[in-house]
């Protein structure tokens, strides 16, 4: 009884400690049982959370026009989701260029938030280190030095 107590008492304590993101995360793949079937999670500057379901463990069927209305319909925009999480079922994957142009889009439409992926077996993230989130301002040319892509001479 008291080792019970204990695992119970300790798997609260696991929790609590969790991020909300992780905490976000496990209640969404809570159902998950080596499926393989991808699915893509937008977490709101509130804690609201969006799920959307794949039917295979390579890409999730939705469309951004009902992406958009999810969230919408909520409350939300894309300048008020923190996260974008998707799921890849083998552990060894990263961020495939499918992934890279739906983070282009989503930023072009106002995400400024991380994307990442999300490992349910291991329940390990990866966040991609965007470069249109960290790009930085070109420095401004010396004035007195030679333009190198200036045509005139």
């Known amino acids: 009884m008291t080792t019970i107590a204990l695992g119970i008492l300790l798997a609260g304590a696991a929790a609590a400690a969790e991020s909300p993101l992780a905490q976000i995360l496990r209640a969404a793949f809570s159902d998950w049982m080596g499926d393989k079937a991808e699915r893509l999670v937008l977490v709101a500057s509130d804690g609201q959370s969006f799920v959307f379901s794949g039917q295979n463990g390579h890409q999730v069927g939705v469309n951004l026009g009902e992406l958009f209305r999810t969230i919408t319909r909520a409350g939300h925009t894309l300048a008020t989701i923190t996260d974008v999480v998707h799921s890849h079922g083998d ?12 983070e282009r889009i989503l930023r072009r439409h106002g995400f400024a938030g991380a994307f990442r992926i999300y490992y349910p077996e291991t329940r390990r993230i990866l966040t991609l280190q965007s470069s249109l989130r960290t790009r930085s301002p070109a420095p401004a040319p010396d004035p007195g030095r030679a333009d190198p892509q200036d045509s005139r001479k």
Do not use: K
């Open 91 to 102: 552990r060894g994957s990263t961020f495939t260029d499918q992934d890279r142009e739906l």
